[in-house]
């Protein structure tokens, strides 16, 4: 196994493997309901993480 023999870095730094730039980041968009799903389910997560903290200090 000398795979690792691959990598390479160009002039530019750029990392490379067996002659290919490696796609360290890739940007992605969401939709309308995506969103709108993640929004809801941030919301459901912050009120389950908040939840619990008020019943230990008696807000609820």
Known sequence: MNDHRKFQIDERGQLIWD????VLEQRFTLGWWELRIAGLA???ALIGAVFPIGIHFGWW
């Open 42 to 44: 941030s919301i459901a």
């Open 19 to 22: 002659g290919q730039p490696v």
